[in-house]
């Protein structure tokens, strides 16, 4: 059974200036397709889902983090954790590697 996405803020602003910016179309994609990979499965390879435990989210959900690219400078990531709610995952930011 597929999840429900919602976005914070930060990560619905995060994904509105990827799609605004042209010259980040090849990044737009790798995240537009990590997400429905993220949507149908957590835990699909290619995401290297992994637990992050340097926050918690507001009421001290465990954050994941899951790659929209790897290898890559910069590499976009996407931070999320479960719920609220059963089949939901906040997407709580969107954001390149440092």
Partial sequence: MPFELKFTREADVHLNSLEKDKGLK?????????LGYLEHNPRHK?????????IQGENG?????AYA??????A???????GP???????????PHP
């Avoid at 290619?46 to 340097?54: D, E, F, G, I, P």
């Fill in 26 to 34: 090849k990044r737009l994609q790798s995240v537009q397709k990590a």
């Fill in 46 to 54: 290619s995401l290297n889902t992994h637990k992050y435990t340097s």
């Fill in 61 to 65: 959900e465990e954050i994941f983090e």
């Fill in 69 to 74: 690219e790897n290898n890559t400078p910069s």
């Fill in 76 to 82: 976009y990531r996407i931070f999320w954790h479960y």
């Fill in 85 to 95: 709610g059963k089949n939901i995952i906040t997407v709580i930011a969107i954001t």
